[in-house]
T-cell receptor, first 115, second 114 residues
Framework: DSGVTQTPKHLITATGQRVTLRCSPR?????VYWYQQSLDQGLQFLIQ???????AKGNILERFSAQQFPDLHSELNLSSLELGDSALYFC??????????????FGNGTRLTVT | DQQVKQNSPSLSVQEGRISILNCDYT??????FLWYKKYPAEGPTFLIS???IKDKNEDGRFTVFLNKSAKHLSLHIVPSQPGDSAVYFC?????????????WGAGTKLIIKP
Protein backbone atom coordinates (compact mmCIF):
# COMPACT_ATOMS: atom_id res chain seq x y z
CA ASP A 1 0.00 0.00 0.00
CA SER A 2 1.61 3.23 -1.21
CA GLY A 3 -0.54 5.43 1.00
CA VAL A 4 -1.85 7.36 -2.02
CA THR A 5 -5.62 7.03 -2.44
CA GLN A 6 -7.40 7.60 -5.71
CA THR A 7 -11.14 7.64 -6.24
CA PRO A 8 -13.06 6.38 -8.04
CA LYS A 9 -11.32 3.23 -9.26
CA HIS A 10 -13.43 3.04 -12.39
CA LEU A 11 -15.42 5.63 -14.27
CA ILE A 12 -17.56 5.13 -17.35
CA THR A 13 -19.03 8.16 -19.01
CA ALA A 14 -20.14 9.49 -22.37
CA THR A 15 -18.44 11.82 -24.80
CA GLY A 16 -18.93 15.47 -24.01
CA GLN A 17 -19.30 14.89 -20.28
CA ARG A 18 -17.18 16.16 -17.41
CA VAL A 19 -15.62 14.10 -14.62
CA THR A 20 -13.56 14.76 -11.52
CA LEU A 21 -10.84 12.43 -10.29
CA ARG A 22 -9.69 12.70 -6.72
CA CYS A 23 -6.36 12.00 -5.06
CA SER A 24 -5.28 11.97 -1.42
CA PRO A 25 -1.49 12.00 -1.10
CA ARG A 26 0.57 10.11 1.48
CA UNK A 27 0.66 11.71 4.86
CA UNK A 28 3.38 14.37 4.90
CA UNK A 29 3.79 14.57 1.14
CA UNK A 30 3.48 18.06 -0.30
CA UNK A 31 3.78 17.30 -4.01
CA VAL A 32 1.03 15.77 -6.09
CA TYR A 33 1.51 14.67 -9.69
CA TRP A 34 -1.04 13.57 -12.26
CA TYR A 35 -0.18 11.13 -15.05
CA GLN A 36 -2.10 9.63 -17.92
CA GLN A 37 -1.40 6.14 -19.24
CA SER A 38 -3.15 5.20 -22.45
CA LEU A 39 -3.33 1.56 -23.53
CA ASP A 40 0.14 -0.03 -23.29
CA GLN A 41 1.80 3.38 -23.43
CA GLY A 42 4.22 4.99 -21.04
CA LEU A 43 3.28 7.46 -18.38
CA GLN A 44 2.48 10.92 -19.71
CA PHE A 45 3.02 13.66 -17.19
CA LEU A 46 0.10 16.05 -16.93
CA ILE A 47 0.68 18.42 -14.04
CA GLN A 48 2.33 18.81 -10.65
CA UNK A 49 1.30 20.75 -7.57
CA UNK A 50 3.49 21.52 -4.60
CA UNK A 51 1.94 22.73 -1.38
CA UNK A 52 -1.10 24.11 -3.16
CA UNK A 53 0.71 25.82 -6.01
CA UNK A 54 1.07 24.64 -9.59
CA UNK A 55 4.70 23.60 -9.98
CA ALA A 56 5.09 22.11 -13.42
CA LYS A 57 2.95 21.45 -16.42
CA GLY A 58 3.30 18.66 -18.93
CA ASN A 59 1.15 17.66 -21.87
CA ILE A 60 -2.12 18.63 -20.26
CA LEU A 61 -4.96 19.53 -22.58
CA GLU A 62 -6.84 22.79 -22.12
CA ARG A 63 -9.98 20.73 -21.47
CA PHE A 64 -8.25 19.36 -18.37
CA SER A 65 -7.59 21.24 -15.18
CA ALA A 66 -6.41 20.41 -11.70
CA GLN A 67 -5.99 21.93 -8.30
CA GLN A 68 -4.52 21.09 -4.92
CA PHE A 69 -6.51 22.07 -1.88
CA PRO A 70 -5.28 23.34 1.52
CA ASP A 71 -5.55 19.83 2.96
CA LEU A 72 -3.22 18.78 0.09
CA HIS A 73 -5.67 16.52 -1.68
CA SER A 74 -5.95 17.12 -5.39
CA GLU A 75 -8.59 16.90 -8.06
CA LEU A 76 -8.20 16.46 -11.80
CA ASN A 77 -11.12 17.75 -13.84
CA LEU A 78 -11.63 16.44 -17.36
CA SER A 79 -14.27 18.13 -19.50
CA SER A 80 -15.74 17.81 -22.98
CA LEU A 81 -14.57 14.24 -22.88
CA GLU A 82 -13.55 12.48 -26.07
CA LEU A 83 -13.09 8.78 -26.82
CA GLY A 84 -9.33 9.32 -26.84
CA ASP A 85 -9.39 10.42 -23.22
CA SER A 86 -10.06 6.83 -22.19
CA ALA A 87 -7.01 5.89 -20.12
CA LEU A 88 -5.65 5.12 -16.70
CA TYR A 89 -5.07 8.26 -14.69
CA PHE A 90 -2.49 7.98 -11.94
CA CYS A 91 -1.84 10.30 -9.07
CA UNK A 92 1.51 10.26 -7.31
CA UNK A 93 2.87 12.12 -4.32
CA UNK A 94 6.28 12.93 -2.90
CA UNK A 95 7.69 14.87 0.04
CA UNK A 96 9.68 17.37 -1.97
CA UNK A 97 9.13 19.35 -5.14
CA UNK A 98 11.63 17.26 -7.06
CA UNK A 99 12.39 13.55 -7.30
CA UNK A 100 15.88 13.68 -5.78
CA UNK A 101 15.86 11.45 -2.70
CA UNK A 102 12.11 11.88 -2.73
CA UNK A 103 10.68 9.18 -4.95
CA UNK A 104 7.13 9.39 -6.22
CA UNK A 105 4.58 7.08 -4.65
CA PHE A 106 1.70 6.17 -6.92
CA GLY A 107 -1.93 5.41 -6.28
CA ASN A 108 -3.62 2.52 -8.06
CA GLY A 109 -5.16 4.78 -10.66
CA THR A 110 -8.60 5.63 -11.96
CA ARG A 111 -9.61 3.84 -15.12
CA LEU A 112 -11.68 6.18 -17.26
CA THR A 113 -13.74 4.81 -20.11
CA VAL A 114 -15.43 7.26 -22.44
CA THR A 115 -18.14 5.73 -24.63
CA ASP B 1 10.57 13.30 -29.26
CA GLN B 2 11.23 10.36 -26.97
CA GLN B 3 13.94 11.46 -24.62
CA VAL B 4 13.85 8.21 -22.67
CA LYS B 5 13.63 4.97 -24.61
CA GLN B 6 13.13 1.41 -23.52
CA ASN B 7 13.60 -0.41 -26.77
CA SER B 8 12.53 -3.85 -25.59
CA PRO B 9 8.77 -4.04 -25.07
CA SER B 10 9.18 -7.42 -23.39
CA LEU B 11 11.82 -9.75 -21.99
CA SER B 12 11.57 -13.37 -20.93
CA VAL B 13 14.06 -14.79 -18.40
CA GLN B 14 14.42 -18.11 -16.63
CA GLU B 15 13.87 -18.09 -12.88
CA GLY B 16 17.18 -17.85 -11.04
CA ARG B 17 19.01 -16.20 -13.94
CA ILE B 18 19.91 -12.55 -14.38
CA SER B 19 17.42 -10.11 -15.86
CA ILE B 20 18.87 -7.07 -17.60
CA LEU B 21 16.56 -4.23 -18.53
CA ASN B 22 17.91 -1.42 -20.64
CA CYS B 23 17.11 2.24 -21.01
CA ASP B 24 18.62 4.89 -23.31
CA TYR B 25 18.26 8.63 -23.05
CA THR B 26 19.09 11.55 -25.29
CA UNK B 27 19.11 14.58 -23.01
CA UNK B 28 22.54 15.17 -21.47
CA UNK B 29 20.90 17.42 -18.86
CA UNK B 30 19.31 14.44 -17.10
CA UNK B 31 21.01 14.06 -13.75
CA UNK B 32 18.86 11.60 -11.85
CA PHE B 33 17.41 8.29 -12.95
CA LEU B 34 14.84 6.00 -11.40
CA TRP B 35 13.40 2.56 -12.00
CA TYR B 36 9.82 1.65 -11.17
CA LYS B 37 8.00 -1.65 -11.25
CA LYS B 38 4.33 -1.98 -12.10
CA TYR B 39 1.98 -4.89 -11.56
CA PRO B 40 -1.36 -5.04 -13.39
CA ALA B 41 -4.12 -3.02 -11.76
CA GLU B 42 -1.63 -1.27 -9.47
CA GLY B 43 0.34 1.95 -9.65
CA PRO B 44 4.09 1.93 -10.29
CA THR B 45 6.30 1.22 -7.28
CA PHE B 46 9.70 2.82 -6.80
CA LEU B 47 12.59 0.34 -7.05
CA ILE B 48 15.94 2.07 -7.17
CA SER B 49 17.52 5.32 -8.30
CA UNK B 50 20.92 6.65 -9.30
CA UNK B 51 22.45 10.08 -9.46
CA UNK B 52 24.54 11.07 -12.45
CA ILE B 53 27.58 11.44 -10.20
CA LYS B 54 27.57 7.68 -9.69
CA ASP B 55 27.88 4.81 -12.11
CA LYS B 56 26.38 2.09 -9.95
CA ASN B 57 23.83 1.72 -7.19
CA GLU B 58 22.89 -1.51 -5.51
CA ASP B 59 19.93 -2.53 -3.37
CA GLY B 60 19.62 -6.21 -2.62
CA ARG B 61 18.95 -8.12 -5.82
CA PHE B 62 18.65 -4.90 -7.83
CA THR B 63 21.59 -3.00 -9.30
CA VAL B 64 21.40 -0.02 -11.61
CA PHE B 65 24.34 0.87 -13.84
CA LEU B 66 24.75 4.24 -15.50
CA ASN B 67 26.98 4.86 -18.51
CA LYS B 68 26.86 8.60 -19.08
CA SER B 69 29.07 8.61 -22.16
CA ALA B 70 26.71 6.16 -23.85
CA LYS B 71 23.61 7.78 -22.29
CA HIS B 72 22.54 4.34 -21.18
CA LEU B 73 21.37 2.79 -17.97
CA SER B 74 20.48 -0.74 -17.09
CA LEU B 75 18.74 -2.54 -14.27
CA HIS B 76 20.10 -5.93 -13.24
CA ILE B 77 17.99 -8.32 -11.19
CA VAL B 78 19.88 -11.27 -9.72
CA PRO B 79 18.56 -13.85 -9.18
CA SER B 80 15.27 -13.37 -10.98
CA GLN B 81 12.18 -14.56 -9.10
CA PRO B 82 8.60 -15.18 -10.27
CA GLY B 83 7.43 -12.12 -8.33
CA ASP B 84 9.67 -9.98 -10.52
CA SER B 85 7.30 -10.49 -13.44
CA ALA B 86 5.99 -6.99 -14.04
CA VAL B 87 6.39 -3.96 -16.28
CA TYR B 88 9.52 -1.96 -15.53
CA PHE B 89 9.72 1.75 -16.28
CA CYS B 90 12.83 3.87 -16.28
CA UNK B 91 12.51 7.60 -15.71
CA UNK B 92 14.96 10.48 -15.95
CA UNK B 93 14.89 13.86 -14.30
CA UNK B 94 16.30 17.22 -15.28
CA UNK B 95 15.90 20.63 -13.79
CA UNK B 96 13.81 22.89 -15.99
CA UNK B 97 13.12 26.52 -15.09
CA UNK B 98 13.81 25.82 -11.39
CA UNK B 99 11.43 22.89 -11.51
CA UNK B 100 12.03 19.23 -12.07
CA UNK B 101 10.33 17.05 -14.56
CA UNK B 102 10.42 13.29 -14.82
CA UNK B 103 10.46 11.82 -18.31
CA TRP B 104 9.35 8.22 -18.51
CA GLY B 105 10.16 5.38 -20.86
CA ALA B 106 7.38 3.26 -22.35
CA GLY B 107 8.19 0.28 -20.15
CA THR B 108 9.52 -3.25 -20.57
CA LYS B 109 7.39 -6.23 -19.62
CA LEU B 110 9.53 -8.78 -17.77
CA ILE B 111 8.32 -12.36 -17.70
CA ILE B 112 10.09 -14.78 -15.37
CA LYS B 113 9.67 -18.38 -16.50
CA PRO B 114 9.65 -21.14 -13.86
Amino acid sequence: DSGVTQTPKHLITATGQRVTLRCSPRSGDLSVYWYQQSLDQGLQFLIQYYNGEERAKGNILERFSAQQFPDLHSELNLSSLELGDSALYFCASSREAGPYNSPLHFGNGTRLTVT
Amino acid sequence: DQQVKQNSPSLSVQEGRISILNCDYTNSMFDYFLWYKKYPAEGPTFLISISSIKDKNEDGRFTVFLNKSAKHLSLHIVPSQPGDSAVYFCAASAKKDSNYQLIWGAGTKLIIKP
